[in-house]
């Protein structure tokens, strides 16, 4: 286990400069209470069960930095407590059974930043708690395997906020070869499980393309404003197992799914089942 930069107290800024890390298990920045500030720097770690950022508490803010990792299961931003503030940065994992922002902190805040995957079994930004706010930028993932671009869980009754404006989520989707076929592989766009009812995801002039579903809702409400695109290629657009589902009035988006089997040819699908289990 190494260490880039660890601290147990106060604060951690960075401004320009590199941190890079080949053990395994390695950490780029670890705080455990505090601030970290990583400005116009960059995170390098090569080891699998890597982790860019970890922090149990206090605030996260990156700017104009760049954190990748090439090792499986490892995390860009891990966050346990607290605050994350991604702004004009890049996160990027190579790897499988990777996270490129894992939060039941407080707040997930992006700005025109990226989140790049290519491993299979992977999450672009999970959230078990607090609120994921989304402004311009990208969320990709290559492989269409078990991926999910944007993960929102609550098991306990807390809230959770998942709001997109103007991003781009892509999972597993090509523009070329639109029609498919095989076994469905189960990667979502945007999907949130809750017990509360008033728990919320909200897309505003957003585009998702996904191999399998687009939107997945179980429980909570799901609001779509503004215009853009929810296309796929094995299953539903849309699918609803819970809670409400409403196109604002002056929405215009394009809907469609290019599923070629029985079951999967619906652009919005309701059912009653959960379509997964949790994390």
Excluded: H, W
């Excluded at 960059?42 to 700017?63: D, E, P, Q, R």
């Excluded at 891990?78 to 499988?96: F, V, W």
């Excluded at 070329?176 to 499980?193: E, P």
């Amino acid at each position: 286990r190494s260490y880039g930069i660890y601290s147990t107290a106060g604060s951690i800024t960075m401004e320009g400069g590199d941190i890079e890390l080949s053990g395994i298990t390695s950490y780029g920045i670890y705080a455990t209470s505090g601030t970290i500030a990583l400005t116009d720097g960059n995170v390098s770690l090569t080891g699998n069960t890597s982790y860019g950022i970890y922090s149990t508490a206090g605030a996260i803010t990156v700017s104009g930095a760049n954190v990748d990792l090439s090792g499986t299961s490892s995390y860009g931003i891990y966050a346990t407590g607290g605050s994350i503030s991604l702004a004009n940065g890049d996160i990027t994992l190579e790897g499988a059974s990777s996270y490129g922002i894992y939060s039941t902190a407080e707040s997930i805040t992006v700005e025109k930043g990226n989140v790049s995957l290519e491993g299979a079994n992977s999450y672009g930004i999970y959230s078990g708690a607090g609120s994921v706010t989304m402004d311009g930028g990208n969320v990709t993932l290559s492989s269409n395997v078990s991926c999910y671009g944007i993960y929102a869980e609550s098991t306990d009754n807390s809230t959770l906020d998942v709001r997109l404006n103007e991003v781009n989520t892509s999972v597993g989707y090509t523009s070329t070869n639109q029609k498919t076929s095989g076994t469905v592989k189960s990667s979502i766009g945007v999907f949130m499980a809750t017990t509360n009812p008033n728990n919320i995801v909200e897309l505003t002039n957003s585009n998702i393309y996904c191999y399998e579903v687009g939107v997945a809702l179980s429980g909570g409400k799901l609001n779509v404003l503004g215009s853009g695109e929810i296309k796929t290629k094995k299953a539903s657009a849309i699918v609803v197992m819970g809670g409400d589902l409403t196109f604002e009035s002056e929405s215009s988006y394009t809907v469609e799914s290019f599923a070629t089997t029985n079951a999967q040819t619906n652009n919005i699908y309701n059912i009653t089942l959960p379509l997964l289990n949790g994390n």
